[in-house]
């Protein structure tokens, strides 16, 4: 008899069981928008280029937390923005530095509670002659 109580009993202990809450992550992309008239060259952790062309925008990293949004200064995605035209030889040459990451810099929007997006927008003002 006590097997059958048992039976009963197991099923409904189970449904009281609480499972692990797993916290959510906070997610902060990372994107240069290209606002000049020229192409720019992003150079990345791999040195390989990546173009940006004129009026574009390219995704250049993210991180997340357990805790807040992570501004650019504090990523562990680029310590620098350094970006490059490449001369008609081939060679590159550097146009826009940003060492070490300023925010102020930086455009942010907030994309839900946990998920924000840093565009840092280059114009032709940006850039070095």
Request: proline content about 5%.
């Amino acid at each position: 008899m006590k097997k059958i109580y048992l039976l009963f009993l197991v099923p409904f202990l189970f449904s009281f069981q609480c499972e692990d809450e797993i916290d959510p992550l906070y997610s902060s992309e990372f994107y240069i928008q290209n606002n000049s008239s020229i192409q720019l060259i992003w150079l990345n952790v791999d040195m390989e280029e990546i173009p940006i062309e004129s009026m574009s925008d390219q995704f250049i990293g993210v991180s997340t937390d357990k805790d807040f949004l992570v501004p650019p200064s504090k990523t562990l995605a680029f310590n620098a923005i350094t970006l490059y035209k490449k001369e008609r030889s081939g060679d590159l040459t550097m146009v826009y530095l940003q060492r070490p990451i300023e925010d102020n810099l930086w455009s942010f929007d907030k994309l839900s509670q946990y998920e924000g997006i840093y565009q840092l927008i280059i114009t032709n003002a940006s850039l070095a002659p």
